[in-house]
């Protein structure tokens, strides 16, 4: 059950490093960490997700049976990951979990928790801190409607686009609408 975009982003966690710790945020049914952790040997995945509604709008179109069900399927889904200790669940939202991640400690985030444009903005500006000179990486990039040059995630475009001209750097994408951005090198 190994998703698209997971295998590119495992594919690209990879080729880079050997014994690589990262964190997914925004992990809603495991689909995603589960192909992670399968094709990533000696992977160490921070799998972060608040798995509730909010009064601010996360978990739209989710009821709070749906939610809790999607983190019991998550669980049930990486549970051997959790027992070798290579997958830890962190139920919280991104800026909690953010907090309590040192600086430069991970490798690469994976950046899939809400999609509209302050959330985005804001992940990607939380998690930046985290990885030092690792991998900023996200799902829903340049996602395609029916209509030419519209997408269905403009915020994740927009929050994506602005932070790399931001710092100089340049957008990779990979199949299955998945951005990068390499912090480590000159100009990403």
């Not at 049914?29 to 799998?47: A, D, E, M, N, Q």
């Not at 709070?64 to 983190?71: F, H, I, N, P, V």
């Not at 403009?154 to 100089?168: H, I, K, L, T, W």
Request: hydrophobic share 40%.
């Amino acid at each position: 059950m190994a998703t698209l975009h997971g295998k590119h982003i495992a594919r690209l966690v990879a080729s880079r490093y050997d014994n690589p710790t990262g964190a997914e945020i925004g992990v809603l049914f495991g689909k995603t960490s589960l192909t992670l952790l399968s094709l990533i040997p000696r992977l160490t995945l921070y799998l972060i997700d608040p798995w509730e509604l909010s009064l601010d709008g996360g978990g739209v179109g989710k009821s709070c049976s749906q939610l809790r069900t999607a983190r019991h399927d998550t669980q049930h889904r990486v549970a051997e990951y959790i027992t070798n200790g290579q997958a830890i669940l962190i139920h919280n939202t991104s800026e909690r979990a953010a907090e309590s991640i040192a600086d430069a400690f991970l490798d690469f985030a994976v950046i899939d928790g809400r999609h509209d444009y302050d959330y985005v903005a804001a992940d990607i500006l939380r998690w930046r801190r985290t990885i030092g000179t690792g991998l900023l990486i996200g799902h829903d990039y340049r996602y395609d409607t029916p209509t030419p040059g519209k997408y269905l995630f403009p915020g994740v475009d927009q929050a994506v686009d602005e932070f790399a001209r931001s710092e100089g750097r340049m957008v990779h994408t990979l199949p299955g609408h998945v951005w990068w951005i390499d912090m480590g090198t000159a100009n990403g």
